[in-house]
Structure formats: C-alpha cells, structure tokens
C-alpha cells in the first residue's frame, strides 16, 4: 500500500453484537480499497469478538485486532487506534454504526483535488433494523465545498451545522499530538473542535455517507444526567482559554457556553416534571447554577451573548422559578404543587 494515501480506520469494539457485522460488511463493499482497519475490542463482556473474528474472516482489507484487558471506554480505544495507525488519513467508525460503499472513494477524491485538512459529510439516523428515522442535517444550513477554519467553527459553535465522529475524516497530521479526552458525553465535541482549531482548510461532502445507528441505552439516547454538565464545563474552559487572547473565538464560546447551560437546565426540567416544583427548583441551584457555574454569569461574559440568550440566562439566574414555569407550560405540563 502506498503510505501517503491510505486510511486508517479506528473502530472501538464494545458489546456490540451483531452490528459489528454490517460494520465490517461496509467496509469491505468500499470501492476504494487502500485502507486498514484498527478494531479496538476494549474487553467485551458479549460475543461481540467472536462475531467480528468470524465475519472478518470473509475480508480482503487489511486489518488488525488488539484485544484490551481492562475496558476503559471509548476515548482511550481510539487513542490505541490512533498510535497504531500507518495512514496519512485517520477515520473513526463506531462499531454499530456504517457506511456508504463510496464513502472512501468520495473522501479521496476532495482530499486528493482540494487538499483540506478535514472533511465532514451528511449522516443518516437509522434504527437498529437500518429503517431511516431522519435525514439528520436537512435541519442544519448549507455548507460551501471548501471553506476556512474561522467560518466552520462558527457555523459549528453557533448550531448550524452538526459533524459527529463518524461523519468527519481527518489529515493524521492535523490530529499531531492530540488524542481524546475522557470526558463522558462529551469526548466527540471536545476532540472534533480540538482538531478544527488544529486546522485551517475544511472540506465539506453534501452526501450521506454514513448511517448512524440510534440504540436504545447508549450515552446519547439516554434521558437527564448530571454528566451532561461537562459540556456547560467544555465551554467553560474553552472561553476562559481564548478570553485574552482571540476575542471572536472567546465570543464564539461564550454563546455556545450559555446555550448549553439553557439547554441542560430544560433537559432536566422536561424529564424531572414527575417532581414537586420545590425539589425541582432545589436541584436546578445546587447542580446547575453551582458557584462555578454562577461565577461565569458576570458582566464580561454576559455582554458577549447575544439577546435572546441573555434575556434566558439572566431570567434563570435571578428567576430560577419563573423559568422552570415558563420551561414547564412549553412542554405541556403542570408542575405539582409544593
């Protein structure tokens, strides 16, 4: 294989089942073939090694399999994957989760023509018998063939477009040094714009090439955690990095930083409506609006947002009971009573 074009393809391995058949199954039907895949089995409690030791037994790709003793999550498996990667191009697939049989020659093709450091592309959201539930990013804007690192990280930060691990490929040596984090929940957002910051030229593929499997129970599926807070923390850390020194990019985090702590704080309102308006109101201050939390809601941070998130996070943070009411009648609820 030539070195200088092949991709290496990282693909964690942790009770799967099944699925990991029309996994190896996509990536053997790729019209192009200069790849090798890395699976990761990061100690499996079901069949799913021997299932993926038997169906790789009908492959022509080149592959490894490193087997873990210990399972240490997902973000440490792609970091094995990514130390024991030879291509010049580094793709994560989940093991659940497939692609289209031109996925790879599509990514070439920009790569090879356009030379960008990443490329992103369309997703499916699919159930677990493949039937379609949503073209994902039909509710995302456009994106231009080529654009710079600025404009994606805007258009990223702000909501209006969405890349996830699968649906993203990237040049091995815009990854350099960087490896995942192992923040729960939010380990994909934390390395995506690691990398994106990382880079200066983004490519863009207005296809779906990959069919993201909703699984009941998975980290993304499930309903309120407290875990969901290291994202209010992502951004929290991201701002306080760029403050003194990128005043646009700081913005950009501030923004995305309130975004999230609305959005926590009526995740939980829309799942806890079981509870009586005093406990939920006691929660919402002990674990949301925490002293780490309400030190950030100063005046230099609020003047970076913009209206409609300023009006919401000042409103919960001085009145915290009048947003869970307002939260609470969006959804169709009454809230019981103290």
Known sequence: MENSKLISVIVPIYNSGNFVIKTINSLESQTYRNFEVIFINDASKDNSLDIAVRQLKNVSFEYKMINLSENKGVSNARNIGIDNSKGEYIYFLDCDDYISENTFEKITEIFFCEDPDIIFFKFKRVDNNGNLIEHYNDKFK????????????????????????????????????????????????????????????????????????????????????????????????????????????????????????????????????????????TFIIRNILSNEIVFHLDKKYLKELNKKDLIQILLLKHYPTLFIKIVAFYYGYTISKQ
Do not use: P, W
């Open 142 to 281: 456009s994106v231009n063939k080529i654009e710079n690192r600025k404009d994606i990280l805007e258009k990223y930060l702000n909501l209006e477009i969405f890349i996830y691990t699968c649906s993203v490929i990237y040049k091995k040596k815009v990854i350099n040094n960087l490896y995942f984090n192992e923040i729960e929940y939010i380990e994909d957002q934390d390395f995506i714009i690691r990398t994106l910051l990382n880079s200066n030229k983004i490519g863009y593929i207005d296809s779906e090439l990959v069919n993201y499997t909703f699984r009941e129970g998975s980290i993304m599926n499930r309903k309120f955690n407290l875990k969901y807070l290291n994202k209010v923390k992502l951004f929290d850390s991201l701002y306080n990095k760029y403050k003194t020194s990128d005043h646009e990019l700081s913005k950009l985090f501030a923004k995305r930083r309130a975004r999230e702590v609305l959005f926590v704080t009526r995740t939980y309102i829309k799942n806890r409506l079981d509870l009586k308006f005093r406990e939920m109101k």
